[in-house]
């Protein structure tokens, strides 16, 4: 990242868009070809990152703006990338929020003190300054921008409700999610009291994101699929409906248009609700039909995916085919391709380039023959 004067904090005179492919694509225009980024596109998987992290913490590294700058500017160096996504993490939130949350080296995210029974939500500051609070990943955003010098668009995002609820009480990641879901279940109140006071931070943290110069926007709605069908509707969907909305409604007062990507993993069952919330754009993994999930959203949004992370350990001529069959079956239009999850640490750069080389390729061929 280039550092030279105190204006890159500064959210304005940011340098003109060169490639806008991944808003019109958002918005379902039509694009020369099928725009391309990965979930975790900067990640350990490059070597440049590795390298860069080595022997620093990884909040205190989500905490510097130039540090989030260079990881999320490092992948776009190596790929043809139609986005950037800024480098930072969902359990920024509740750190905001007063939890005190650690990486644990061969663990991953820990909070020492989860909640464990619904007085432990008078632990939570009920008002967060989200600029004071989350002020480092605006300038993180404002000062990428200005850096990515108008190649690409920048994602901004955060956690969903019920994702995030679900890690203050388990403490970490989980298989069951059994504390959490024990909260749906014998403290309905207070589940909705915890998951009303998230909604409030995040549509904050968002509307923060744009200001500081964020042109989408992605809510990780990661552990839908321990939720069934029933307690999705009740504990996340309507948390997700309302972001949106009022996301929406306040950017519409400033006369600004921008787009939202919803993705809630596994949530199969929740493909039409999902989009008529209010999301331009909803993401799938990679265990939904492209062509299903078409015919299942009627065409009234974009979808973002789906490719199994996985496929990514096949040789490079077998990953072309992959994708080729994903274009067959969502379609050119209205359609952003991706992963259906995040990159993995030990996949490698060289087929990561093939991925995105093959849906340039490929939609570029296909939108020719329309």
Known sequence: CIFTFPGHYLPKDFPQLQNDTFLRAARGEETQHVPVWCMRQAGR??????????????????????ACCELTLQPLRRFPFDAAIIFSDI???PQAMGMDVQMVAGKGPTFPEPLKEPEDLQRLRVKVDVDKELGY??????????????????????????TLMSYM???????????????????????HMLLRMLTDVIVEYLLGQVAAGAQALQVFESHAGILG??????????????????????????????????????????????SQSHYEVVGLDWT????????RTGGKISLQGNMDPCALYAPKDRISETV?????????????????HGLYPDMDPENVGAFVEAVHQHSKQMIKQM
Request: hydrophobic share 35%; with cysteine; net charge positive.
């Open 324 to 340: 080729k069959k994903m274009l067959e079956g969502f379609g050119t239009r209205g359609y952003i391709a991706n992963l259906g």
């Open 288 to 295: 939904i039909d492209p062509r299903s999930a078409r015919e």
């Open 137 to 162: 990943v605006f300038k993180a955003i404002t000062l990428t921008r200005h850096n990515l010098e108008g190649k690409v668009p920048l994602i901004g995002f955060t956690g969903a409700p019920w």
């Open 229 to 274: 069908p029933v307690e999705f509707k009740e504990f996340s969907l309507p948390y997700l409906r309302d972001i949106a909305r009022r996301v929406k409604d306040k950017l519409k007062e400033a006369g600004q248009d921008v787009p939202m990507i919803a993705f809630a993993k596994d949530a199969h069952y929740a493909l039409e609700d999902l």
């Open 169 to 191: 009480i388990e403490g970490g990641g989980s298989t069951t999610h059994a504390k959490a879901k024990r909260w749906l279940y014998r403290h309905p109140e207070a589940s």
């Open 91 to 93: 359990l920024v939130v």
């Open 45 to 66: 998987y490059l070597p440049e990152f590795r390298e860069s992290r080595a022997g620093k913490d990884f909040f205190e590294t989500c905490r510097s703006p130039e």
